[in-house]
């Protein structure tokens, strides 16, 4: 998994580790996908728009595109874009 420019992240203890960094202190999660998905064989590129709700009452919306590569029925790379400024409180 990649985020913009930043180097990948390997391993799924690694992901939960940062999936588990990124829910800290949030109260609650919304995601919406925006069609179409685009889908060529085992490329998929999705739109997701994420809402977070902090436990201290702060709010951010991120618009973010993912670009999968998958074997079989498991991702094996992805990559996500957004607009970093989309993480400034």
């Given at each position: 998994?990649?985020?913009?420019?930043?180097?990948?992240?390997q391993?799924?203890?690694?992901?939960?580790?940062?999936?588990?960094?990124?829910?800290?202190?949030?109260?609650?999660?919304?995601?919406?996908?925006?069609?179409?998905?685009?889908?060529?064989?085992?490329?998929?590129?999705?739109?997701?728009?994420?809402?977070?709700?902090?436990?201290?009452?702060?709010?951010?919306?991120?618009?973010?595109?993912?670009?999968?590569?998958?074997?079989g029925?498991?991702?094996?790379?992805?990559?996500?874009?957004?607009?970093?400024?989309?993480?400034?409180?």
């Open positions: 998994m990649q985020e913009n420019l930043a180097p990948p992240r391993g799924r203890a690694l992901l939960m580790q940062n999936e588990a960094r990124v829910l800290a202190g949030v109260k609650a999660v919304r995601s919406r996908c925006v069609r179409p998905v685009l889908i060529d064989g085992d490329t998929v590129v999705i739109n997701w728009i994420f809402e977070f709700d902090y436990a201290d009452g702060r709010t951010r919306r991120i618009d973010e595109i993912a670009h999968q590569t998958w074997r029925d498991k991702v094996w790379r992805e990559r996500f874009y957004y607009d970093p400024a989309q993480l400034r409180s």
